[in-house]
């Protein structure tokens, strides 16, 4: 029986390993500190290096323990010439041991690694301890390592690497010099591509190349997994559909389309485009997760020089900034906020499918933001009140949407067109006749007992009750009545009257009016009733708080408002 040949082929991950110092990027902090510890002889006892996954954590440990142990060192940079060097990149060297700290977390493995520990180095000038994923041990076990770590045997180094470094114990984290790692810039990771596909003979698109390192989200292993794929799958010639088309990402051209369609309100067109990309076989999460990237881009194209932020082609570029200038700063982070909204709920909504068209719906049908002191300027600005200042001050308020808009003072003074009862029509009953009452609060508070009286001579059964009422504001043709707390039945008798008795208070002051009535409260539900009753008293801000999915932050003039 003939036996299969040993497998001699090392993947890409592994072939492209730093074997220096100087071949790691992004790390800077760290190596220049390890070189200068080893040059100065200020080698510590223990090491954390603690950051995401793949960015050379384990593979500098390496470079570590080579350095410290090459034949013609210690040095900055090991020579990986020697039997040393040798033998601790092949993992082969006795005195520089490798833990998976995952799958030997037990105390009984920890005291078994204490017991070697006494032993002297057989070859190398120190005994080194690389555990990976060191979070991953038990309590008992790091217990079972403290006085170890705290006091080692001479010649004697830790060097413990985890992504979740707080769920250390801080009795471990205080006896160790802890080197946090940086992730990778997507700027990075396509330099350390591009000099491998070049090595590799692979010719790959800039623009895949770009791909390739956004989605390997600042992880280099990740990088050189996803370009191993690709020449598997692909050959020699990579391209940007070939990155697309293996990883599943949805082409950048759809996220185009879409962010089109959002710009002309085609609320059809933007649903066939998502259709068009699912039913060929598109990942949910994939695309909202691309149309993130996408606006995320759209975003910092509105920026001085943002589009330096944005990685892709000069050409694509371009259709970005041309994208972007479609659409105010607010409108791209609202649209952000409803994709990353429908992003963290796909995993439990019941019609994922839904949620997203349903989102993209509400894209398209978004208005353009707008400067609300340009809207009071087109609607005719301080030409069209007609009440004084000092009149609209307590209803000035201060408004809040999703787009952050502060509006200003004066859209409270903004009056809308009253409509006055014709007096020449003769209602036929003269106890509607006009008692030329001044349209202000004041007079109408004076007169309050001979409007309710009068009130009284036509319908009995109502007047006592609107007496009770308290007439608070008169402002743009709508009265509001205020009632005590004890006072709720008399509050509902008046409202479930208020057509009738809007036209006879309207006949008596000569304009038409609206009542609005509210109960009278104190400290948080008096002030929630006070915006309310601003709400519903000053028609320009009702409209506003609809068109913009807006709210009240507060009354004017508060502390924090």
């Not at 975003?299 to 892709?312: C, T």
Request: hydrophobic share 40%; aromatic share 6%; charged share 25%.
């Amino acid at each position: 029986m003939e036996l299969a040949p040993a497998m001699s082929y090392i993947v890409t991950a592994r072939k492209w390993r730093p074997q220096f110092f100087r071949d790691v990027i992004s790390q800077h902090h760290v190596t220049e500190t390890l070189k200068n510890a080893i040059k100065s002889g200020r080698v510590g006892h223990a090491y954390l290096f603690s950051g995401p996954r793949g960015v050379g954590k384990t593979t500098v440990a390496r470079i570590f323990a080579k350095a410290l142990n090459c034949v013609n060192g210690p040095a900055e940079e090991p020579c990986n010439v020697c039997e040393n060097c040798k033998s601790i990149q092949s993992g082969s060297s006795l005195d520089v041991q490798e833990q998976d700290g995952a799958s030997n977390n037990k105390v009984e493995d920890v005291r078994n690694l204490i017991a070697n520990i006494g032993y002297h180095a057989s070859h190398c000038r120190y005994k080194m301890y690389i555990i990976d994923e060191v979070h991953m041990l038990s309590d008992s076990a790091f217990n079972a390592l403290l006085k170890t770590l705290e006091e080692p045997p001479p010649n004697v180094i830790f060097v413990f690497a985890t992504t979740e470094p707080q769920k250390i114990p801080v009795t471990v984290l205080s006896r160790c010099q802890r080197f946090d790692f940086h992730r990778l810039s997507v700027h990075d990771i396509a330099g350390k591509m591009k000099k491998i596909a070049d090595a590799e003979d692979l010719v790959v698109d800039d623009s895949a190349l770009l791909l390739i390192a956004r989605r390997a989200t600042g992880a280099m292993r990740d990088a050189e997994s996803i370009l191993e794929q690709l020449r598997a799958s692909r050959g020699s010639g990579i391209t940007v559909a070939d990155v697309n088309e293996v990883l599943g990402i949805a082409d950048r051209e759809v996220f185009f389309n879409i962010i089109e369609k959002c710009h002309s309100h085609d609320t059809r067109g933007i649903l066939e485009v998502f259709t068009t990309y699912y039913d060929e076989g598109g990942d949910l999460k994939e695309f909202a997760e691309g149309l993130l990237g996408h606006l995320r881009d759209l975003l910092y194209s509105r920026f001085e020089e943002g589009l330096d932020q944005v990685m892709v082609s000069d050409d694509m570029r371009s259709r970005i900034k041309e994208q972007s200038d479609w659409f105010q700063q607010s409108d791209i982070i609202r649209m952000i906020q409803t994709i990353t909204d429908v992003e963290t709920s796909l995993a439990y909504a019941v019609m994922p499918v839904l949620r997203i068209e349903t989102a993209l719906a509400r894209m398209s049908l978004m208005e353009t933001t707008v400067q609300l002191k340009s809207l009071f300027d087109q609607l005719g600005g301080k030409a069209v009140l007609n009440q004084t200042a000092e009149t609209q001050q307590n209803s000035s308020v201060s408004v809040s949407t999703e787009s952050d808009v502060s509006y200003e003072r004066e859209i409270a003074e903004i009056e809308q067109n009253m409509v006055y009862i014709d007096e020449s029509d003769d209602s036929g009953d003269e106890a509607l006749e006009c008692l030329n009452i001044d349209s202000d609060i004041e007079s109408i508070t004076a007169s309050w007992q001979l409007i309710t009286d009068r009130v009284g001579s036509v319908k009995p059964g109502i007047g006592p009750s609107l007496t009770v009422g308290k007439p608070e504001s008169f402002e743009h043709g709508k009265l509001t009545l205020s009632f005590g707390s004890e006072q709720e039945f008399h509050k509902k008798a008046v409202e479930s009257n208020l057509n009738m008795l809007e036209e006879i208070i309207g006949a008596f002051i000569g304009l038409k009016v609206t009542i609005k009535c509210f109960m009278r409260h104190t400290g948080v539900e008096k002030k929630k009733t006070e915006v309310e009753d601003i709400i519903n008293r000053e028609p320009i801000i009702e409209e506003i708080l609809k068109r913009f999915d807006g709210e009240i932050n507060g009354l004017w003039g508060e502390k924090n408002g």
